[in-house]
């Protein structure tokens, strides 16, 4: 089994009022690519005129991004409060 069918099995309770990660404005590009390539569950895109996307929803809560790129690209990385976030199931 791949891992894009192994990720499809997690279930997500997405708060939709409180985002558990938020980017700096205009982030440095250079750093972005970073995340681009490093996040497991690519969430940091870029559209084709070059605008950057990003949605905090599918998170896998794994702290990549927050250890490459800190403060430099997020001003905010929280765990989900109380219930929300991933929940992983194993098997
Ligand atoms: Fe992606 Fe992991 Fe960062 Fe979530 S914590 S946005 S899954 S790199």
Do not use: M
Request: proline share 3%; aromatic share 12%; net charge negative.
């Amino acid at each position: 089994v791949n891992v894009d069918v192994k990720l499809g099995v997690n279930k997500f309770f997405v708060d939709e009022n409180n985002a558990h990660i938020e980017l700096v404005e205009n982030p440095d590009s250079v750093e972005f690519a970073k995340l681009i390539a490093a996040c497991p569950a690519g969430l940091y895109k870029k559209d084709d005129d070059g605008s950057i996307q990003f949605d905090y929803a599918g998170c896998l809560e794994c702290g990549t991004c927050r250890v490459l790129c800190g403060k430099t690209i997020l001003q905010k990385w929280e765990y989900p409060v109380g219930t929300f976030g991933v929940e992983y199931r194993f098997g």
